[in-house]
C-alpha cells in the first residue's frame, strides 16, 4: 500500500491544536494510526498506509473543527476524535445545535464532546425531567451546571440549585460541624468546582449571597414547592425511592430538573433502596422526561478511568449475567 504523505490544509490555530504542546496530540493520533504527523506550517502532514491515513484525517478534520470554533482542545478531546475516527462515529457535532447557548468557561466555551454528550445536552433544551445516568468522568454533572448557569445568566430562570445526598462514608449532616452551608459544601465540591470554572469565584460569591445559587441537601427540599428554577440532584444513586419521588415531585411552574448518578456507585446499605434505576425504570417515556445513557465509551477524563470503567463493567457482568443497567 502506498505510504505517500498526504497534505492537509489547516487555519494556524487548529494546526496547533492538532499538534498539541510538545506534539502530545501529534503523538496520540501517531500511535492510534500507525502514521506520521507533521505540522511545517499552514497544515498537517499524514505519512503512512491508506486505511491510517483515511482514519488519521478524519481524527485531524474533527480536532482543526473544533479549534475553529474557538474551542479548547484538551487530550479528552485528541481521543474521542480518534475514536470516533475509529469507529466512524460523528462526534459531538456543533456546540449549541438544538440547545440553549452554553457559557464560555476559563477554559473556553464548553461545548459536548461525544455523541451522547450532544444528546443529554439536547434533552435539557427540551424536556423538564432529564436523568443523566453512567459512570464517572462522563461530564453528567459539568454539563448539567453548565447549562443551568446558561439559563440563570440569560435570566430563564431565577435560580439554581444545587442538591445531593449526603451519605458517603457513612457520615450523617448533623455529626458535621458548622452551618448548613459548611455541612454540605464538601459534598458538593464537584458543582462548586464547575461552576467556579463557568462563572467565577466572584460572580459565582455574589450570586450565591443573593440566593440566586443554592445548595440543600435532598431532606432540606421537602415541603418546598421549587418554581422557575434549575434545580440538579447530583449522585442521586444515593438516593432512596422515597427521596426520590420527594425531590421530583418539588417541581413548580417555570422549573426544570436534571437527576444524575451511577446506579453501580451506590452507597447507601441497602442497595436495592436506591431511587435512581426504580424512577428511570418508572418514568422513561413519560411526556416531557428524557432519559440519557452514558457509557465508558463516553469518559473524557483520564484515559486510565475508561478501562477503569470498562474492567468493573466486564467483572459485574460476570458475576451478575444479564443484570439491568
Request: some cysteine.
Amino acid at each position: 500500500m502506498s505510504r505517500a504523505p498526504e497534505f492537509i490544509t489547516l487555519s494556524d490555530a487548529a494546526s496547533r491544536a492538532v499538534a498539541g504542546a510538545h506534539s502530545r496530540h501529534a503523538a496520540l493520533i501517531e500511535d492510534a494510526f500507525d502514521v506520521l504527523v507533521e505540522t511545517p506550517g499552514g497544515g498537517v502532514s499524514l505519512t503512512g498506509d491508506s486505511k491510517g491515513r483515511a482514519q488519521a484525517k478524519k481524527a485531524v478534520q474533527a480536532i482543526a473543527e473544533r479549534a475553529d470554533q474557538g474551542l479548547d482542545i484538551a487530550e479528552a478531546d485528541v481521543r474521542v476524535a480518534i475514536g470516533n475516527a475509529r469507529t466512524g462515529g460523528t462526534g459531538a457535532g456543533s456546540p449549541g445545535l438544538g440547545m440553549g447557548a452554553l457559557p464560555i468557561g476559563k477554559r473556553g466555551q464548553v461545548a459536548p464532546k461525544t455523541k451522547t454528550q450532544a444528546e443529554y445536552l439536547a434533552a435539557l433544551g427540551k424536556c423538564e425531567l432529564v436523568f443523566g445516568v453512567g459512570p464517572a468522568g462522563t461530564g453528567k454533572t459539568f454539563l448539567a451546571v453548565a447549562h443551568g448557569a446558561g439559563l440563570l445568566l440569560r435570566g430563564e430562570v431565577d435560580r439554581l440549585i444545587v442538591s445531593r445526598p449526603a451519605v458517603e462514608a457513612g457520615e450523617r449532616l448533623g455529626f458535621l460541624p458548622g452551618d448548613l452551608t459548611e455541612k454540605v459544601d464538601p459534598y458538593m465540591a464537584p458543582v462548586w468546582e464547575a461552576l467556579t470554572d463557568i462563572l467565577g469565584a466572584e460572580q459565582l460569591r455574589r450570586r450565591r449571597e443573593k440566593g440566586e445559587i443554592e445548595v440543600a441537601p435532598i431532606a432540606f427540599l421537602r415541603g418546598r414547592t421549587l418554581s422557575r428554577a434549575f434545580v440538579i440532584v447530583d449522585e442521586a444513586q444515593n438516593a432512596t425511592r422515597l427521596q426520590m419521588k420527594m425531590v421530583l415531585t418539588r417541581l413548580g411552574e417555570g422549573a426544570r430538573m436534571v437527576v444524575t448518578g451511577d446506579p453501580t456507585q451506590i452507597d447507601l446499605v441497602n442497595l436495592r433502596d436506591s431511587g435512581l434505576a426504580h424512577a428511570v425504570g418508572l418514568l422513561e417515556g413519560v411526556k416531557g422526561i428524557g432519559v440519557t445513557r452514558f457509557t465508558a465509551e463516553d469518559v473524557v477524563r483520564h484515559p486510565l478511568v475508561e478501562r477503569i470503567v470498562r474492567a468493573y463493567d466486564a467483572d459485574a457482568a460476570k458475576t451478575q449475567p444479564g443484570r439491568a443497567t
